[in-house]
């Protein structure tokens, strides 16, 4: 994050945020845009929030997905260009279409690109059947990213995938994390930590190790029979959960597909270590919550996880996939109460410094330089 500069009082952005994530669908991109819009509210910007709701789905279908974005602009450069924002922060998935709109002459607003991760590393190619996935996260930004006005990053590995991989200029490129909600510092009664509660937050899906994770709580249960595992957020239904898990681990386990901000919080302040397996995230949202509530995370050295965590400080890093080293580390950590509670200490002073009203003036400060 750079130096925020001393902006005039009279100085006031008007924002368009756009993601291609449907409203009803509950996960951390749509926390961060929510998180950001209010944000620019609240210091008196304005902001317009649109989500895939916007933009339905139109015939053929086919031709729209394999034109990242053009689904969206059809739908909304009438009203940009209407409305006319400063600047349009849309998510990755979306931008290759905006960034020729814009580089064509159809918008006046400077198009930025938020980056929730870079979407290519995460369809490496492994044979054949990998090379068309690959092309379709690939090409599109490879081919336009260098164009775009500003591209917002929310680690540094993914910063500097951008610029030694798509030549886009380094001076062009912000690294602003994502933002806590304040609920997750409200101080409160809340429950009592439990010293042998596990938790995993995020949606049952393969790129965020789901795998490891329940290989490796089977032998967690095996070791800690009076354990509890708590699964949130994990969208997918709880049969699907509660196929992968063995008969020992579902025994000791509640699957909670959606919880709300309330349900969450109580998860993250009950819980003495949140597991982060990830094999590719931007900066965990749900890392950066647990962290505010006492929660200190083991998470696989990957991401946004390497600019956060201080092993030992505020939480733990693990560098390998195998179910049986992270069943080690996390036996181990739930074997030291003391190293836990210091951890809970660390992760709460270091969450302080992702507070909304702090990111949000990093980010008008970035956009008030693209503007010139």
Request: glycine share 8%; hydrophobic share 45%; proline share 6%.
């Amino acid at each position: 994050m750079g130096a925020a500069l001393d902006l005039p009082e009279l100085f006031k952005l008007h924002v368009w945020i756009l993601g291609d994530t449907p409203t009803g669908l509950p996960g951390g991109m749509l926390r961060h845009m929510e998180l950001h819009a209010a944000g620019l509210i609240g210091l008196g910007h304005r902001a317009t929030l649109r989500l895939g709701d916007a933009f339905p789905m139109r015939r053929p279908a086919a031709l729209w997905q394999r034109l990242p974005g053009a689904r969206s602009l059809v739908s909304l450069v009438g009203e940009c260009r209407r409305e006319r924002p400063d600047i349009v922060n849309v998510h990755t998935a979306c931008a290759p279409a905006w960034i020729v709109a814009r580089r064509a002459g159809l918008l006046d607003a400077k198009v930025v690109v938020m980056s929730y991760a870079a979407d290519e590393r995460g369809t490496p190619v492994r044979g054949w059947r990998d090379v068309l996935p690959w092309a379709r996260a690939a090409i599109p930004p490879r081919t336009s990213f260098q164009y775009a006005d500003g591209v917002w990053c929310v680690n540094q590995q993914d910063a500097e995938f951008y610029v030694n991989h798509y030549g886009v200029d380094r001076t062009r490129i912000a690294r602003i994390p994502h933002a806590v909600d304040d609920a997750f510092f409200a101080p409160g009664p809340g429950p009592r930590r439990n010293k042998r509660q596990l938790l995993f937050v995020g949606t049952w899906i393969e790129r965020k190790g789901v795998d490891v994770l329940a290989a490796a709580l089977a032998r967690v249960v095996a070791h800690v029979p009076d354990v509890d595992i708590k699964l949130c957020g994990t969208l997918g239904g709880e049969a699907l959960v509660r196929d992968a898990l063995s008969p020992q681990v579902s025994a000791r386990t509640e699957v909670i597909d959606r919880v709300d901000t309330a349900q969450l919080a109580d998860m993250y302040r009950s819980s003495s270590l949140l597991l982060l397996p990830s094999r590719l995230e931007g900066l965990p949202i749900s890392m950066l919550e647990a962290m505010a509530c006492g929660c200190p995370p083991l998470a696989e050295a990957n991401s946004g996880m390497l600019d956060v965590i201080e092993s030992g400080r505020n939480g733990w890093l693990e560098s390998s996939f195998d179910p049986e080293r992270w069943a080690i580390r996390t036996i181990d950590l739930l074997s030291r109460p003391d190293d836990l509670s210091a951890a809970s200490v660390g992760a709460m002073e270091t969450a302080r410094g992702f507070r909304v009203d702090a990111l949000t003036r990093d980010a008008v400060a970035w956009y008030a330089s693209l503007l010139g």
